[in-house]
Nanobody, 115 residues
Framework: QVQLVESGGGLVQPGGSLRLSCAAS????????MGWYRQAPGKERELVAV???????RYADSVKGRFTISRDGAKITVYLQMNSLKPEDTAVYYC?????????WGQGTQVTVSS
């Protein structure tokens, strides 16, 4: 059984920063990617950022230059540093772990950007 535990969400003013964390535990092998997705009310879930086992990264155009994804391989933890947050970044953020066996999702953490 694989578990993903996310933390770090909350309420922040526009222009502020938050750091999300996602810690994976359980029977994990052959990790392909770890990443972050988000879903705003009334919208489909979308990719925010992903990092491969080799450290390559990919970002949504809307967050390039503002968000940074990183990974602690020893702890199987992925981070999302979010700077210069905008109201349109408001969403539930989900962590996703893709392994050779299956993809796994976290429970989500709410990020609200509002003054």
């Amino acid at each position: 059984q694989v578990q993903l535990v996310e933390s770090g969400g909350g309420l922040v003013q526009p222009g502020g920063s938050l750091r999300l964390s996602c810690a994976a535990s359980g029977s994990i092998s052959s990790i392909y990617t770890m990443g972050w997705y988000r879903q705003a009310p009334g919208k489909e879930r979308e990719l925010v950022a992903v990092i491969t086992g080799g450290g390559d990264t990919r970002y949504a155009d809307s967050v390039k230059g503002r968000f940074t994804i990183s990974r602690d391989g020893a702890k199987i933890t992925v981070y999302l540093q979010m700077n210069s947050l905008k109201p349109e970044d408001t969403a539930v953020y989900y962590c996703k772990l893709v392994t050779m066996r299956a993809p796994f999702w976290g429970q989500g953490t709410q990020v609200t950007v509002s003054s």
